[in-house]
């Protein structure tokens, strides 16, 4: 690719995938609200607020491919979700479809399916269960692309990222959690196989302990190197014995299920 575009650059994601993606094009376009820095030789910065419509036409012109991280990634007031990962997506993908249909990774998110319990086992094909605001954002999102690949042809990777940091810090994530270098992976494979679609991709390690199958996803070629396995003993020390009744070890969103509705004032 000459460009890629990275939403939510400033972000802890959005950071390690600025070092680290730098092979899959010959620019980096990088944006977010908040400030970014200094630009590399090779980095594009632009501040972009996404539910600014014209600012995100302008933010997606020139570019091949869109890793898409902007937005709220936590549980929030209705009106920031709104903004960011409902009208914001709406206007990413209007953009997309004026510029010629440039692939797009999509952050979507475990918390579209947080209401399952840790000891089901399930695949793509489970219905969604939300488990507050934010996760019902990642719904519409996977719903919107969903339907510009149907209408328009707009590939995109749905990718249900469960835990995506440096390692793992507690036992859920021993299952839900995805390295720096399999997303670095992931994010290779969808942008550069033959044929993509609008599959969704279950954001995980070669975890011993997961609760998600991506057997369907086996065509993109991607191969996660990493295992959760590994930390288990150093949380087991830092942590202790995990509490069973406890929503982060009982629901696959873990404490967000009990988050409550956050209302404006």
Not at 64 to 87: P, Q, R, T, W, Y
Not at 95 to 122: E, K, M, W
Not at 153 to 162: D, M
């Amino acid at each position: 690719m000459k460009r890629l575009l990275i939403t939510g650059a400033a972000g802890a994601l959005g950071r390690a995938m600025r070092t680290r993606l730098t092979s899959l094009a010959e620019t980096l376009r990088l944006s977010d609200i908040s400030d970014l820095g200094t630009a590399a030789p090779h980095e594009e910065l632009v501040q972009c607020d996404l539910g600014d419509a014209d600012a995100v036409y302008k933010l997606v012109e020139g570019c091949d491919g869109i890793l898409h991280l902007g937005g709220i990634s936590v549980e929030d007031k209705f009106s920031k979700i709104l903004n960011a990962n409902l009208l914001g997506l709406y206007n990413l993908y209007e953009a997309a479809r004026a510029h010629g249909h440039p692939r797009i990774l999509f952050a979507s998110s475990n918390h579209t399916v947080g209401f399952y319990r840790q000891d089901q086992h399930i695949d793509v094909n489970a219905p969604t269960r939300p488990d507050g605001l934010y996760g019902v954002s990642k719904c519409f999102g996977e719903s919107l692309a969903r339907m510009y690949f149907e209408k328009f042809g707009q590939e995109t990777a749905l990718v249900r990222i469960g835990s995506c940091m440096e390692k793992p810090t507690n036992h859920r994530m021993l299952s839900s959690w995805m390295s720096y270098n399999d997303f670095k992976l992931l994010n290779e494979r969808v942008f550069t196989a033959p044929m993509l679609g609008c599959p969704i991709i279950w954001g995980i390690s070669n975890n011993d302990s997961r609760w998600w199958d991506n057997s369907h996803a086996r065509y993109l070629g991607w191969k996660p190197q990493d295992n959760a396995e590994i930390y288990r003993a150093e949380i087991d020390a830092a942590l202790g014995k995990p509490d069973p009744t406890a929503p982060l070890h009982v629901y696959q969103g873990g404490n967000f299920v009990k988050d409550p509705i956050f209302r404006d004032e």
